[in-house]
């Protein structure tokens, strides 16, 4: 641990922290690929040094289990600093793109270029995780970042702050720890981009900010994310599969988790006895005593939670769980078996351990009922129809998508994990987060030969035909119009 306290952050400060990144930016210290290279090592030393203090820190904000932290977080982060320096070489190189006929003889190349000082204001849900990941992007493209974690995962902020200080280049990465105060300073000030993962209300609140500067922005938030599931499934495979997306994710406390579930009248209750007995398998009887689910990140969020479980309209539609310990910040898992339509549970994001399940006459009507709702992050559908996988991918508008099973599609480096609509705009996760963070500059390569007289005045007609021909790309028409022939 570093000696003495910290001081905390002036909000005053903003503007000069600013301006000296971007001094440190202009030196073209990022730019270089050994700086990128150090500082992704960095962080690469960084985890592997510290994942104990790590490990901890998750634990004392969420109860996060052990095995859970690591996983989701620690190996998460591991695996994507370990693919940025083995790609970084490779996603720097300049892509060769073709070029036209009205520009021969010439090259040209897409260049990716730093965007300067960018803004990485993560979220308390996965703290580490979705701190580190979005810096490791931007430092990959060669930028200057300040990161802004959660304070509603104290503990996990101030060790990053440590560790940041530690590890990586202070002129050029920091850390920004505060609450709204400290927040709204930093989005008042003109980034080159800003990272933002959270909610849809401070979602609109970021965008607002960064519109006053033009600033462009990726924003990660979320939704209610429904899974389908059909009756011809392996159904223990299957509820198996929710239980891993809904309360082995956090407690449910992740923009992935399983919002809802939609299934047939008569498949629901088979359905519930297998996510019954799978619940019972992984947590125990008493799941409150389980040692394998996440609390409640604060006081705040459980009562949120507790409004939802207990409105009028759905608190009689409990089939599993139900079970609350405001002390411990515990809520078992519950399910819910058709709550209305109009109820907070179906109206907004759940974020936690509550399952509401609802039925329909047929599972194809489960395409209209998603599409009915804003945009989710991820729709999921557990199926053996060909038919109906193949109308599911074609009709349903979400970020991500994932078949037969949940929350694996942020495993895999080469899909992009983002949303669209509500759930949000841009994406990341392997090449695509060095591309968040990059400005693709298109050059044009020409030498002085060439020089055709036909684009210069006077214009005569002959020189209108060739333009034409060359316009049209016609190898034949520019022929006949340097012999003086037409078409016409």
């Not at 001094?23 to 962080?43: A, M, P």
């Not at 996510?275 to 992984?282: H, K, S």
């Not at 695509?432 to 036909?454: M, N, Q, T, W």
Request: aromatic share 8%; glycine share 6%; hydrophobic share 40%.
């Amino acid at each position: 641990m570093t000696e003495g306290k910290k001081q905390p952050f002036d909000a005053n400060e903003a503007p000069s922290l600013v301006k000296e990144l971007k001094e440190s930016f202009r030196t073209g210290r990022t730019r270089s690929y050994e700086w990128r290279v150090s500082q992704l090592k960095g962080i690469e030393k960084m985890v592997e040094e510290r994942e104990k203090d790590i490990s901890e820190a998750l634990y004392k904000d969420l109860s996060k289990p052990e095995f859970e932290a690591f996983v989701s977080e620690i190996a998460a982060v591991k695996s994507s600093c370990e693919e940025a320096l083995k790609e970084l070489k490779q996603w720097m190189k300049p892509e060769k793109a073709k070029t036209s006929m009205t520009a021969y003889p010439s090259s040209a190349e897409i260049v990716s270029e730093p965007l300067g000082a960018v803004l990485v204001i993560s979220t308390w849900n996965y703290p580490f995780l979705l701190s580190i990941d979005p810096v490791i992007g931007a430092i990959a493209a060669g930028n200057a970042v300040v990161l802004k974690p959660s304070e509603i995962a104290p503990v996990t902020s101030s060790l990053l702050s440590e560790l940041f200080e530690e590890y990586l280049d202070s002129s050029a990465v920091r850390v920004v720890e505060g609450a709204v105060p400290e927040t709204a300073a930093l989005l008042e000030q003109k980034w080159d981009k800003i990272f933002y993962t959270g909610s849809p209300r401070v979602g609109r609140i970021v965008m607002t900010a960064a519109a006053k500067h033009l600033t462009p922005v990726v924003l990660e938030l979320g939704g209610k994310c429904p899974v389908v599931v059909d009756s011809d499934v392996d159904l223990q495979v299957t509820a198996r599969r929710i239980i891993a997306g809904k309360w082995q994710l956090n407690n449910g406390q992740a923009c992935i988790s399983v919002d809802y579930i939609i299934a047939t009248k008569d498949f629901a209750p088979k359905l519930i006895d297998a996510l019954r007995n799978g619940i019972e398998e992984f947590f125990g009887a008493d799941p409150m005593e389980s040692k394998y689910i996440s609390r409640i990140v604060s006081s705040n969020h459980f009562s949120r939670l507790e409004r939802l479980l207990d409105e009028y309209k759905v608190f009689n539609k409990i089939v599993v769980g139900g079970q609350r310990n405001q002390k411990k910040l515990k809520i078992a898992p519950t399910i819910f078996l058709d709550v209305p339509e109009d109820s907070q549970l179906m109206q907004e994001e759940i974020f936690g351990p509550l399952l509401p399940i609802i039925t329909v006459e047929n599972v194809k009507d489960s395409i209209d009922l998603i599409n009915s709702k804003p945009e989710p992050l991820v729709a999921y559908l557990f199926t053996n129809n060909q038919k109906l996988r193949n109308d599911f991918v074609q009709n349903v508008s979400c970020g991500g998508m994932v078949i037969n099973d949940t929350v694996l599609h942020v495993t895999v480096s080469s899909l992009p994990f983002g949303g669209v609509g509500e759930s949000g705009m841009g994406s990341y996760h392997g090449k695509f987060s060095f591309d968040a963070f990059s400005h693709k500059k298109a050059v044009l390569y020409r030498s002085f030969s060439g020089d055709s007289p036909v684009r210069y005045p006077p214009y005569t007609p002959e020189n209108k035909k060739l333009m034409r021909a060359v316009m049209n790309g016609g190898i034949f028409d520019i022929i006949l119009a340097l012999m003086g022939w037409s078409r016409d």
